[in-house]
């Protein structure tokens, strides 16, 4: 990662995506806009908003961020804004897509997407800068681990913030940072929905197209917390896992939010069956 005072849809060979690749469609689940789309179809969108200069908000949208929107204003007010496009993350998000009708919707597990884009990016030279992680080391760690999975991947800065809320002069100074770095994505990884929070109050200072939230990717790539079996991600299981990995700080969020959710979405699918 290039130096800095505290911080570090096909695919196709160098090719950039056209600049008129559509928005995806998207459909409602608990009040949620998810996104009709898959990997490709989402990374050459975002392609192509980064060759239009377009601001735009991707955030990987599981379970839990799509009912603490439904709890909390200030959430659903940075989802709700016009550059925002949630991607269906967790696999229970994919199936509610599926019961509603939409057969082609698909999941995009942010973790893997930030891995595609970068297998991409490493050969179309896009500009990344990374934004959270656990400490400052933990970054370097991420930053290492993705320059040699995907050699050529341009890396352009970096910074873990405090776990408190930054200060003005912290504020501008990260601002200064990224706008200096000329990135073309930022991706996100302060966990939501503090990252959600983030992107909608920054995207206006913000001069890199695409703001990407992709919560416990940071962990993942940077080799810090195993990911779940695929067998356990096809099949929903991924909360279990992680909630073993992790009990401390997860077992409120699975024990409150997958039930509410369960009973938010039941109401969902019987209104639109009676209709």
């Known amino acids: ?128 800068y990374l934004y959270g992680g656990r400490n400052q080391g933990a970054l370097v760690q991420l930053t290492l681990s993705l320059r040699k999975l995907y050699p050529g991947l341009r890396i352009v800065g970096g910074y873990s913030p405090p776990f408190r809320p930054l200060t003005a002069e912290e504020e501008s100074w990260v601002v200064a940072d990224i706008n200096r770095s000329r990135a073309d994505v930022v991706w996100v990884g302060t966990g939501q929905p503090k990252q959600e929070k983030w992107m909608a109050a920054m995207r206006d200072r913000l001069e890199a197209p695409i703001l990407a939230g992709v919560g416990a990717a940071f962990d993942f790539h940077a080799g810090l917390v195993p990911q779940a079996p695929g067998w356990m991600q096809a099949t929903g299981l991924e909360w279990s896992f992680r909630l073993a990995q992790e009990p401390r700080r997860l077992w409120r969020r699975y024990v409150r939010y997958n039930p509410l959710f369960l009973r938010a979405f039941a109401g969902q699918l019987v209104r639109e069956r009676l209709r």
């Open 1 to 128: 990662m290039e130096p800095s005072t505290s911080s570090i849809h096909r695919l196709r060979p160098l090719a950039p995506a056209p600049a008129d690749v559509p928005r995806p469609p998207v459909a409602e689940v608990v009040g949620m806009p998810l996104a009709l789309t898959d990997y490709e179809r989402t990374m050459d969108w975002m392609d192509a908003a980064i060759a239009r200069r377009e601001r735009a908000i991707v955030t990987a949208a599981a379970v839990h961020l799509v009912m603490v929107a439904a709890e909390d204003p200030e959430t659903r007010a940075a989802l709700a804004r016009d550059e925002v496009l949630a991607v269906p993350d967790g696999q229970p998000l994919h199936w509610a897509l599926k019961a509603l009708g939409h057969r082609d919707a698909s999941r995009v597990y942010g973790p893997d997407l930030m891995a595609k884009y970068c297998e991409r990016s490493a050969r179309t030279g896009t500009r990344m």
